[in-house]
Nanobody, 114 residues
Framework: QVQLVESGGGLVQAGESLRLSCAAS????????MAWYRQAPGKQRELVAT???????GYADSVKGRFTISRDIPKNTVYLQMNSLKPEDTAVYYC????????WGQGTQVTVSS
């Protein structure tokens, strides 16, 4: 089973930026869709952004225009660039397959203060 490790979260103020990384234990991104998800306190996990094997991207309406998903195939890493962060973006962020999903990891905490 491929292992995915999220990193890059932290505490920032509203309007600032963060870049999250998702490192895979083997090469998978060139043939599999990938996605970022998040779960805020008291809410269900939601889909944030997707990228297909062909590089096409999609975003939840709540982050469109602010977040960008990308990948570095030789490094087996997918990224989520988050700009203009808002307090409502506060959540634990996870990466996983965009179609088939494996086990969920621990994610990385993003906290945005007012």
């Amino acid at each position: 089973q491929v292992q995915l490790v999220e990193s890059g979260g932290g505490l920032v103020q509203a309007g600032e930026s963060l870049r999250l990384s998702c490192a895979a234990s083997r090469s998978i991104f060139s043939f599999n869709p990938m996605a970022w998800y998040r779960q805020a306190p008291g809410k269900q996990r939601e889909l944030v952004a997707t990228i297909t094997s062909g590089g096409m991207t999609g975003y939840a309406d709540s982050v469109k225009g602010r977040f960008t998903i990308s990948r570095d195939i030789p490094k087996n890493t997918v990224y989520l660039q988050m700009n203009s962060l808002k307090p409502e973006d506060t959540a634990v962020y996870y990466c996983n397959g965009g179609g088939y999903r494996g086990s969920w990891g621990q994610g990385t905490q993003v906290t945005v203060s007012s």
